[in-house]
């Protein structure tokens, strides 16, 4: 048991990455996009955001997690997509992931991936923290 706790205390750039391939799996199996990979001394997700470059359909925005550098992915979560036409007047779809926040990535094996059920394009932007 560790004397003092451990906290985020050094501010990392956050990943950016872009969905594009369907992938309506939920078993780990797929097209998938990695978002971040851990570090030795571990990172920690302040936010997760995804946000529509375009028109949505109704779907779902999936986050898997593997241990060992991809081999194999476990099903974190998903988000539902609305349908939306983003316009002068009304935004495109963007949502937070909440139950993401606060996941940590500890080793350099660690890695978080995203997919999205229909071929619509969305950017991911992981903001962290290292421990």
């Known amino acids: 048991m560790a004397i003092a706790p451990n906290y985020a205390s050094n501010p ?5 990455v872009q969905l594009t391939a369907a992938n309506t799996n939920r078993d ?9 990979t851990g570090t030795a001394a571990g990172i920690v997700t302040e936010q997760l955001r995804v946000t529509a470059t375009g028109n ?3 779907g779902m925005i999936r986050f898997f997690l593997s241990l060992n550098s991809g081999s ?3 099903f974190l979560t998903e988000v539902p997509v609305v349908g ?12 937070v992931v ?8 500890q080793g350099t094996t660690t890695e978080l991936y995203a997919a999205t059920n229909n071929a619509e ?3 991911v932007f992981h903001h962290k923290a290292g421990l």
């Open 12 to 16: 990392l750039a956050p990943d950016i």
């Open 28 to 36: 780990g199996t797929g097209t998938m996009v990695k978002v971040a």
């Open 56 to 58: 949505t359909t109704a």
């Open 72 to 74: 194999t992915k476990s």
């Open 84 to 95: 939306m036409t983003p316009a002068g007047t009304a935004q495109a779809f963007t949502t």
């Open 98 to 105: 909440d139950a993401l926040t606060g996941l940590t990535l």
């Open 121 to 123: 394009t969305f950017n």
